[in-house]
């Protein structure tokens, strides 16, 4: 029987999963966030944790910057491709004006806090051609917490980091979730307030 533990040590492993993560920039790869805390449980000091942080927050921040860059490089052919359909005529000037309105928060929350956001994300904001700058220390802080942040859960509680990493997931879904709900309703309540 191969024991599990050899996958995630060595240089060889550490080659994958920069490229792992560098790859979950430019596609959506579920289970990343499963991937990093199952390396960092098998860190056996704090050198291999530490180890295991810079290189997911390496390979994130480069990635997302070059899909940033790639998506604003081309974003004029791809506008005009997406031109063709009516629901991107109808609703590309809202988005336009949320992700210049909420810029910032926007991309630093979409790094951990829904699985596969920040790929979107990234080509919006090329697409868009939102401000580099802001985006570039979005993604830095973004990336600091995601990678610090699930390495941590997976050295910390070696043991049961899947039950805590699912809970923590379920939790912020949770929340995101209530903030929504109080808002519509809060718009619906204003609406019918205006009509009165």
Known sequence: MIDISVLFKGVYSFTALFIIIFSSSFVIIPGMTVLITSYASFS????GLLTIIFIVFFASLVGDILTYL????????VKIHLGRFRWYNKH??????LLKKYEFIFVFFSRFLFSG?????NYLSGFEKLNFKKFAVAVFLGELVYSAGYALIGYVFKDTWMYLLTSIQ??????????IV????????????NKN
């Open 44 to 47: 056996s000091n704090i050198y």
């Open 70 to 77: 790639l998506a604003r490089r081309f974003s004029k052919d």
């Open 92 to 97: 590309e000037k809202k988005t336009y004006t």
């Open 117 to 121: 956001a920040c790929t979107i994300v």
């Open 170 to 179: 379920y939790g912020l879904l949770s929340v995101v979730l209530l903030v």
């Open 182 to 193: 109080s808002y519509l309703f809060y718009k619906i309540a204003k609406y019918y307030g």
